[in-house]
């Protein structure tokens, strides 16, 4: 049984360009959050996906914005990347019960 | 919302007992969790309690929950230089499945 996978492993950009980064989740499961992890840093919640909609969203501006599709698998977008941005963002996935399982996480580098 | 706080650096010989605490400001939490995370990876769910609970064993591990004083505790018996890593604590609302984080805590087993 696959866990949840993330695509790409690295990415690099250059501020004020655009990133998509991709997740599957585990098997089974039909509710994607996905959290940013800055350098030294517990991770901070972004947003969660469940039944294609937005079901709750953190302390983060609208330059982040996602999709979740019909098979559960989930985009995370920014848009006008800063450096700031700089982060692993990690996506988890769960379905009824109290666990989520995490990726390995997408490494963002904004130069 | 809800803050979670943990201590930055545990070291310890291999052997010993481990212990990373961690305190948080909402009582209303419903879940807490403990995550182990390895350089450059994503995060690893060890165990979680559910807050009607004190206490939970499992193998190696012992979580004690202290509901008055809002302090959680991850207990590793028989410390191994594999379980040198970060430990988040993390808590979840009643209802809302976005987690809390701490700022985790390294802990480093010597040989």
């Known amino acids: 049984d696959a866990g949840v996978t993330q695509s790409p492993t690295h990415l690099i950009k250059t501020r004020g360009q655009q990133v998509t980064l991709r997740c599957s989740p585990k098997?089974?499961?039909?509710?994607v959050s996905w959290y940013q992890q800055a350098l030294g840093q517990g991770p901070q919640f972004i947003f969660q996906y469940y039944e294609e909609e937005e079901r709750q969203r953190g302390n983060f501006p609208d330059r982040f914005s996602g999709h979740q599709f019909p098979n559960y698998s989930s985009e995370l977008n920014v848009n006008a990347l800063l450096l700031g941005d700089s982060a692993l963002y990690l996506c988890a996935s769960s379905s009824d019960g109290p666990t989520q399982y995490f990726g390995p996480g997408t490494r963002l580098t904004v130069l | 919302g809800e803050d979670v706080e943990q201590s930055l650096f545990l070291s310890v010989r291999e052997g010993d007992s481990s212990v990373i605490n961690c305190t948080y400001t909402?009582?209303?939490?419903?879940?807490l969790y403990w995550y182990k995370q390895e350089p450059g990876a994503g995060l690893q769910l060890l165990t979680y309690i559910f807050s009607n609970m004190d206490m939970k064993q499992d193998q190696r591990l012992t979580v004690l929950l202290n509901k008055k004083d809002k302090h959680l505790s991850l207990r590793i018996a028989d410390t191994q230089t594999g379980d040198s890593a970060i430990y988040f604590c993390a808590g979840a609302d009643t209802g809302r499945r976005a987690l809390t984080f701490g700022s985790g805590t390294r802990l480093q087993v010597q040989p």
């Open positions: 909402d009582s209303s939490s419903t879940y």
């Open positions: 098997s089974g499961h039909d509710t």
